[in-house]
T-cell receptor, first 114, second 112 residues
């Protein structure tokens, strides 16, 4: 049971390049999330997927797209990277719902855009 | 607007000192509250959570937090910190959709 996995762990992009961050979970969770972490700002939700086939915007969706490929996988795409997207990206999935739940986080992807 | 704020951004303590990290939330409706810890270079791990019931919640590694509804607070405490508690701590509020709203984080440095 690997939990939540993310690839790659590190990435350097040039402004304007595109890339996809991969996330997979093997816990059979329905909901998955993408956050970005910036110094002094905590984690901010980019997009989430409540179930396979559905996605919704979070707090900071501009410049990103997502795909919920199946129940296991939830990818985040940067179509045209900008220096403001330099951040650490965390994927999470959720066990439970409603009155009791817990989010499990992946190890993160550290992205630098030059 | 829904928000979570942490008062202390950087805390430095000596080993065996007591710890209290502040967290306040600002949103209505059902209140679900969490504390996560992030050790250097690692991902977030859940320390404890509150959904309902006893407002004093005990978590892993000797941490506890108290939900005080009248103060909109959920402060994290530990009676005696260790060097290994050096990490960043995040308070978060959870909506029933499962989305989390995070505070800014508090960096704790414990000196041996």
């Amino acid at each position: 049971n690997a939990g939540v996995t993310q690839n790659p762990k590190f990435q350097v992009l040039k402004t304007g390049q595109s890339m996809t961050l991969q996330c997979a979970q093997d816990m059979n969770h329905n909901s998955m999330y993408w956050y970005r972490q910036d110094p002094g700002m905590g984690l901010r939700l980019i997009y989430y997927s409540a179930s396979e086939g559905t996605t919704d915007k979070g707090e900071v969706p501009n410049g990103y797209n997502v795909s919920r490929l199946n129940k296991r996988e939830f990818s985040l795409r940067l179509e045209s990277a900008a220096p403001s997207q330099t951040s650490v990206y965390f994927c999470a999935s959720i066990l439970g719902q409603g009155t009791s739940y817990e989010q499990y986080f992946g190890p993160g992807t550290r992205l630098t855009v030059t | 607007a829904q928000s979570v704020s942490q008062h202390n951004h950087h805390v430095i303590l000596s080993e065996a000192a007591s710890l209290e990290l502040g967290c306040n939330y600002s949103y209505g409706g059902t209140v679900n509250l969490f504390w996560y810890v992030q050790y250097p270079g690692q991902h977030l791990q859940l320390l404890l959570k509150y959904f309902s019931g006893d407002p004093l919640v005990k978590g892993i590694k000797g941490f506890e937090a108290e939900f005080i509804k009248s103060k909109f607070s959920f402060n994290l405490r530990k009676p005696s910190v260790q060097w290994s508690d050096t990490a960043e701590y995040f308070c978060a509020g959870g909506l029933n959709t499962g989305k989390l709203i995070f505070g800014q984080g508090t960096t704790l440095q414990v000196k041996p």
